[in-house]
Structures are given as structure tokens and as C-alpha cells.
């Protein structure tokens, strides 16, 4: 694999960082709202928040881990001769260990 771009990648992730956190915030103002609210319409208000969030936030992730798996190939594109550490593959499943991350 040669090098390839990554500011496509790049762009999309920063975007979803971007919508999570106003995910994120916005989540914080329902929930905020929602101390002395008992109505349905508030909780399907504060499960349709959480939701969006959960799911930008997973969304987010994989954008972020398939942007960070094409930089570190992109690295060794740019550096053929040189011994790593770690395979593109495990830059990102160092991610899922916990304690290693």
C-alpha cells in the first residue's frame, strides 16, 4: 500500500468530534431540564439526546481509528526502510486494551 491522502479522513472525523460534542453538550441541557420534569415528552426528548450521542460517538470512533490505521501506513510509505514498533493494525487495537490506551 503507497501513501494516500488523509485529509478526507481527517476532515470527516473532525466533523464527528465536532457533532458529539454538541451532542454532548446539548445532552447536558436536557438533562439539566429534566430535574423536576416527569413528562413523556421530556424523557423521549432526553433518550433521543442520549442516543444521538451514543451513536455520534461510536461513529466518531470508527472515523477516528480508520483515520489513525491510513496515517500510520502512510508512515511507512514515506519511511520504507525503517522498523516499527507497532503494525497499522495494532495503532488502533491498542485502543481496545484496556489500561494500554
Known sequence: M?????????????ILIVFVT??????????????????EDALALFGTAGLLMLLGQVVAAIFFL???????????AFHPG????????WAVGWWFVPFAN
Open 82 to 89: 525503517a522498523v516499527f514498533e507497532f503494525t497499522p493494525g
Open 66 to 76: 480508520r483515520w489513525l490505521n491510513r496515517a500510520a501506513h502512510n508512515v511507512r
Open 2 to 14: 503507497g501513501f494516500q491522502p488523509l485529509s478526507g479522513r481527517a476532515t470527516a472525523a473532525a
Open 22 to 39: 454538541v451532542t454532548n453538550i446539548a445532552f447536558d441541557v436536557v438533562s439539566f431540564m429534566m430535574i423536576d420534569a416527569s413528562d
